[in-house]
């Protein structure tokens, strides 16, 4: 099935998971290439397979722009893409990445939604909750992960032991 915005939306969502792949490929292989001679260290490789993670997510749209399914896929990689752009330190490279693709991501998928409710497809209206629910879990990621580093930093107790008066 063809229609008017297909191009489009393919075209946006291949450019957005190109300029992830192209970020995790430089995000990655500099620092391995620079390590051989000094001992390999596997959590480059690790944070490689991470990034390529929302990647995967839009190659189904990318293939299949007018299945609901793979937008449905796709949507929820744009709250990740997002929540992992804000967590970037700001002006830097992975952080214009990572908003951009879902930006783009975002934009196909708006256009997706326009055109099926215009052509009365009234189906495609359940990738809006799947583009608020790939916030939420991110969000909520976001937050264990920032969650995690306070504790670290701050030598709390783990949750839910009580430290007596003695320190113990």
């Known amino acids: 099935m063809t229609g008017p915005g ?4 393919r075209i946006l969502l291949a450019t957005a998971a190109l300029l992830l792949g192209l970020f ?12 051989v001679g000094r001992g390999l260290t596997w959590l480059w490789i690790l944070y490689g397979i991470v990034l390529l993670i929302p990647v995967a997510l839009l190659i189904p749209a990318v293939i299949r722009p ?6 449905l896929v796709a949507a929820l990689a744009v ?7 804000i967590s970037a330190q700001p002006r830097s490279l ?10 783009l991501c975002l934009a196909a998928l708006g256009s997706r939604v326009m055109y ?8 495609v209206l359940w990738i ?3 583009l608020l629910l790939g916030l939420a879990i991110a969000y909520v990621a976001g937050g264990m992960i920032r969650l995690h580093f306070v504790v670290q930093a701050c030598n709390w107790t783990p949750l839910g032991r009580v430290a007596d008066h003695a320190g113990r």
């Open 6 to 9: 297909t191009a489009r939306e």
């Open 24 to 35: 995790a490929i430089l995000s990655v292989v500099p620092p391995l290439l620079s390590g």
């Open 66 to 71: 007018r299945s609901l399914v793979a937008s």
């Open 79 to 85: 709250g990740v893409l997002l929540i992992w752009g």
């Open 94 to 103: 992975p952080r214009i990445a990572m908003h951009l693709a879902a930006i």
């Open 116 to 123: 099926g409710v215009a052509g009365r497809r009234y189906r």
């Open 128 to 130: 809006v909750p799947s």
